[in-house]
């Protein structure tokens, strides 16, 4: 029996794009490379029919979807304060990247079981950073927040932005190619995104998504390797400053042509959205509730659960592993409260058949 994956990434992937892992060894200073690399980043670019007609740019990565994340924060200027938006682990780990990276910033943070905080963003950007600081250069935020699967309003946080003048910044490594994204419309300056996650591709190689107007300010770079603007420049000219993980970008290749092919990120999403909808009413039969207070909170991609107070998490896991399943244990003040259940990657529907007989039977 094949393990099927339910965290949120890395994903089960097809035949089809594991069979590209045993692809032939090439290096990534020859040709064949060079094509690869090329076919990547127009093909990311067709994920969303705006962004080559916007002016967007996409830049590779070897590294997870963190590194992608810290990546685009070298468009953040060392002169300038970012105002990061957070309602979970993942923006907060953006406001830890920033101080590490010894750039300003001011965070607006809200409870991991609420949306972002529209009027305090508002009163912030109304008001200006604290005294002693520059002026906001960025918003910062995160789509997808995995901490709890709820997705936040990036549309209205970036009409709050673009009315303040100031770009917005975004994680989008659990949402790219499986939610909406407007990337103009939205005032995104630049997202992070990866393989791994809505693409179906394997683990190694992320990715960022900039205007390429943005590439033209000097670097806020603090790391030698995550700097946006260097591997952007290399890659232009079909290079690259280090090495990629070449199996990996190879799989990549062969998993946003499997995008393509299911008719892109509206068929993905609609997918993800029957197959939540089904794990939901599962767990809400079998007295797992969810731990967002409503169900239009969620993304398509992911649903956190309460245990029922008759189950431990550890006991659930160990019962959906032995059944074929890996599921997710909550984070910080939720760890051995809840569960999540992420539906990428590939899964039957005689997979989601077994999944449902055994949720019913652990859960119960």
Not at 258 to 279: C, F, I, K
Request: hydrophobic letters at 40%.
């Amino acid at each position: 029996m094949i393990t099927k994956l339910l965290n949120p990434g890395p994903v089960s992937m097809t035949e089809r794009v594991r069979a590209a892992l045993a692809s032939e060894d090439v290096c990534h200073r020859e040709p064949e490379f060079k094509e690869l690399l090329g076919r990547v980043r127009e093909r990311l670019t067709s994920v969303y029919a705006e962004a080559k007609s916007a002016g967007y740019v996409p830049v590779l990565v070897g590294g997870s979807g963190t590194c992608a994340v810290e990546t685009m924060l070298s468009l953040v200027a060392k002169d300038e304060t970012s105002l990061v938006v957070a309602n979970g682990v993942y923006g907060e780990r953006i406001a830890a990247m920033l101080k590490a990276q010894g750039k300003a910033c001011e965070v607006i943070a809200s409870p991991w079981t609420s949306g972002i905080d529209l009027e305090a963003v508002d009163e912030a950007l109304s008001r200006g950073p604290r005294e002693g600081l520059k002026p906001f250069g960025h918003v910062l935020t995160v789509h997808h927040e995995t901490t709890t699967g709820r997705l936040n309003d990036v549309a209205g946080l970036g009409a709050l932005a673009q009315k303040h003048g100031v770009p917005m910044l975004l994680d989008a490594v659990s949402s790219f190619a499986g939610e909406d994204l407007q990337l103009a419309g939205w005032n995104i300056e630049a997202l992070a995104g990866t393989a791994n996650k809505c693409v179906h591709g394997a683990p190694g190689v992320s990715f960022v998504l900039t205007r390429e107007s943005a590439l033209k300010r000097p670097s806020g770079a603090t790391s030698v390797y995550l700097d946006l603007s260097r591997h952007a420049a290399d890659q232009a000219k079909g290079s690259t400053p280090f090495t990629l993980p070449t199996h990996v970008t190879r799989a990549f290749d062969e998993a946003l042509a499997e995008l393509a092919d299911e008719g892109g990120w509206h068929n993905r999403h609609a997918t993800y959205q029957a197959r939540s909808a089904r794990v939901r009413s599962v767990c809400r039969e079998a007295n797992a509730p969810l731990l967002l207070d409503r169900e239009d909170a969620y993304s398509a991609i992911l649903t956190s659960f309460r245990l029922p107070a008759s189950r431990s998490y550890e006991n659930l896991h160990a019962a959906l592993r032995r059944d074929g399943f890996v599921i997710y244990a909550g984070q910080g003040k939720f760890d051995g409260a809840i569960f999540r259940i992420a539906v990428m990657g590939d899964l039957s529907a005689s997979d989601l058949d077994r999944l449902a007989a055994s949720l019913r039977r652990d859960l119960g």
